[in-house]
């Protein structure tokens, strides 16, 4: 089995249009986005060279465009656009896990935020 390292995106926050209700979708709000790519790095390790390892600022380019591109209801199609670009744009990638938080939901409670969590492997 092949070596699974880790690179590692967190508190990454974008400003999008996600939610159920005309009003995110018109006013937007702030989301933040925490990303674990599982990959093999022992290559990048040993030569110090940045072709032999995923560019985690294409990476956070690439899940920016992602996120905000469309306006969906839920943050859970959000964050799956998100592990789509990232597992089809770079190769290496075997496994992505990325969480979307949503600190502002229209929620009528206290709470830090609200969240969903997924987890995407390569297919093949």
Do not use: W
């Amino acid at each position: 089995m092949a070596r699974l390292d880790k690179i590692i995106i967190n508190d990454l926050h974008l400003f999008a249009y996600h939610g159920v209700n005309l009003e995110e979708k018109i006013n937007g709000q702030n989301f933040y986005l925490d990303i674990t790519a599982h990959a093999d790095l022992s290559k990048a390790c040993r030569t110090d060279d940045i072709d032999d390892t995923v560019s985690y600022s294409k990476m956070i380019k690439r899940a920016a465009f992602a996120f905000t591109a469309e306006k969906y209801d839920l943050i859970e199609k959000a964050a799956q656009a998100v592990a789509d670009i990232l597992l089809r744009e770079f190769p290496p990638l075997q496994v992505v896990d990325v969480t979307v938080r949503k600190p502002e939901a229209p929620v009528k409670a206290e709470f830090g935020y609200v969240a969903v969590a997924i987890r995407r492997e390569r297919n093949g």
